[in-house]
């Protein structure tokens, strides 16, 4: 039997979380390995709708996201490699006056975590976006926010580390994560045994096996975002696009590309078995999706669907992910359920994760994210 691989910290999982917790814990100068059971991307981190923006985030959760944008702006500089990252800004609709005073005190109520939005009503919105239908009745506009390339982020931030000297194992299924003594033992099927005083759990909608061997078991689920993309028209749309509801079916977003084709997402979530490495598009849902695209940008009647997709997302009841150090066991930490909502955050979280892992403690705030909310012991 060979002998462990030793080093300062352990991430198990490889997503943008993961990816970039290993990235910036090098940069701290630890020895990191990054275990990831298929690639490094290749779930969440590499499906979703590529959004990045801080405005309609749990309140608590905004100083984590400015953090996150700030690396954002300098991820060319730090990875060496262009995650199409640009920022056209960020608005959210509105199409009912209820929802107009939510958006409102949204404005109102991030303005004290420093981030600034613009209220925009009536003809004023449609003069500056065209493209948008006539019945909306105002939006908050983010200007700083925007959208990159989720097929890129997660393995440029891999990558990154493994340059930086992180030993990053990919095709490594972790079997099981132990602490016998002072270091965790980690085992994986056929890719080796690793040995560190420090492991983090970010894992996505695989998270509550290894967290509920330590006592710490959540109600986690999988569910799968519907998404999709239009043949390729005039390119006219530049800030991404979100409908601020509460009725779930209206939830939908959308971007433009380049090249001219709308990204869109929302809605309904479809079905995914975590197990089975699977998730669904509803068809259904694409015919739900589709109607309140149209409610948004008329223009977008005339389109193809040229395809659809879906992913493996965990979600948490409270829709509020789980980040920071363990609750019962001295070394271990998390970094996983994000909801759907977590693309934004990745470079944010792997800065403040490493910042804990090296020094035992952060400039951002975690206390909302425990885990130990969820203890009903």
């Known amino acids: 039997m060979s002998a462990a691989v030793v080093s300062d910290a352990i991430v198990v999982g490889g997503g ?115 493209f948008l239908a006539g019945n909306i009745l105002a939006g908050s506009f983010s200007p700083l926010d925007g959208h990159a ?50 492991v983090m759990i970010s894992t996505g909608a695989w998270a509550n096996t290894l967290a509920s061997r330590f006592g710490e078991k959540v109600p986690l689920v999988a569910k799968g975002p519907q998404m999709g993309v239009t043949e390729p028209m005039a390119y006219r749309i530049d800030p991404v696009i979100g409908v601020a509801s509460e009725v779930a079916e209206e939830g939908i977003y959308l971007r433009q590309v380049k090249r001219g084709n709308i990204v869109y997402g929302g809605g309904w979530r479809g079905p995914a078995l975590a197990d089975a490495q699977r998730a669904y598009v509803d068809p259904m849902n694409t015919l739900r999706q589709f109607p309140m695209l149209r409610r948004v940008v008329p223009g977008i009647g005339a389109l193809r669907i040229i395809r659809t997709w879906s992913g493996i997302e965990g979600y948490l009841p409270d829709d509020i992910p789980v980040i920071g150090p363990s609750g019962k066991v001295a070394g271990l930490f998390y970094a996983f359920g994000f909801c759907g909502h977590g693309f934004q955050l990745g470079p944010g979280v792997g800065e403040t994760m490493a910042e804990l892992m090296a020094t035992g403690e952060t400039v951002t705030p975690l206390a909302p994210f425990a885990i130990s909310r969820f203890d009903k012991g």
């Open 16 to 130: 943008i979380m993961g990816a970039a917790t290993a990235f910036f814990l090098r940069k701290r100068g630890l020895r990191v390995t990054l275990l990831e059971r298929g690639l490094v991307g290749q779930q969440a981190s590499g499906v979703n709708f590529g959004n990045v923006r801080r405005q309609g985030r749990f309140l608590p959760q905004v100083p984590l996201a400015n953090r996150s944008r700030a690396v954002w702006g300098r991820l060319n500089e730090l990875l060496g490699e262009d995650a199409e990252f640009i920022t056209p800004g960020h608005i959210r609709v509105a199409f009912r006056p209820e929802d107009v005073a939510r958006l409102e005190q949204h404005v109102a109520d991030v303005r004290t975590y420093g981030l600034e939005l613009e209220m925009i009503s009536g003809n004023a919105l449609r003069a500056r976006f065209p």
């Open 149 to 198: 390339n989720p097929r890129l982020a997660a393995p440029a931030f891999g990558r990154a580390a493994r340059r930086e000297g992180a030993l990053v194992v990919e095709n490594a299924e972790v079997l099981a994560v132990e602490k016998p003594g002072v270091d965790f033992v980690v085992e994986t099927r056929g890719a080796g045994t690793y040995r560190a005083p420090l």
